[in-house]
């Protein structure tokens, strides 16, 4: 598995048979230069989306149709991007798990918001989500957007995933303290790397916070376009 940010609250994920998209934000990203655009999406398979919010849907349709490659998501998100010109995937819901060659994608509950302008007025677009992704022999959580949530006891239990992608930027998510306490609470992981900061001023800029709380746990601040192997 090769685990790859694409920026901000972006990734690639390259497991078994698949590459998966979440939440690609390329046009106006600032930590995702054009010249990476290409290589971002090469090879991509099925494009995954959290929740409505610009910075996680604003290029959604464009790269589906760029690529030809199908999005999932939320039931009520992902009827209005498949409206809106995505390739359609599948419009489903927590508890339900998608199945992509060897790979299996479970939809899991997060605690922020979703909403998205649609011809020029905010929608609700229906709830926020993490997805668990299983495959390569690891099971990876990505948390998305979220704050500390007593779910993560029973995704924890239920799953056991042994790599967290973690939201912990501050402000609109946790921060790195918080999911330092999320992860060591709830989680057994053996690989922790941190999300959705260094974006902006008002998030955090460094997980040496994350890092200071767990010990003994590997935790990886990212590179864009820089793979981590696992």
Known sequence: MNIIWLGHGSWRIEVADQVLLIDPWLTGNPMLPDEHHAAALAGATQILVTHGHFDHTQDIVAVSKRTGVPVSGMYELAQVLHDQGAIAGAAFNKGGTLRFGSVSVTMVPASHSSSMAVDGVSRSMGAEVGFVIQGG???????????????????????????????????????????????????????????????????????????????????VEPEVMQPIAV
Not at 159 to 165: A, C
């Open 137 to 219: 022999g690891h099971t990876l959580y990505h948390s998305s957007d979220t704050t500390i949530m007593a779910d993560m006891d029973w995704i924890a239990d239920y799953f056991k995933p042994d790599i967290g992608i973690l939201s912990a930027g501050g402000f609109y998510t946790m921060d790195m303290a918080g999911a330092a306490y999320a992860a060591k609470r709830y989680f057994d992981f053996k690989l922790v790397i941190p999300s959705h900061y260094r974006t902006f001023p008002a998030l955090e800029q460094s997980a040496k916070v994350l890092a200071d709380g767990l010990p003994g746990v590997r935790v």
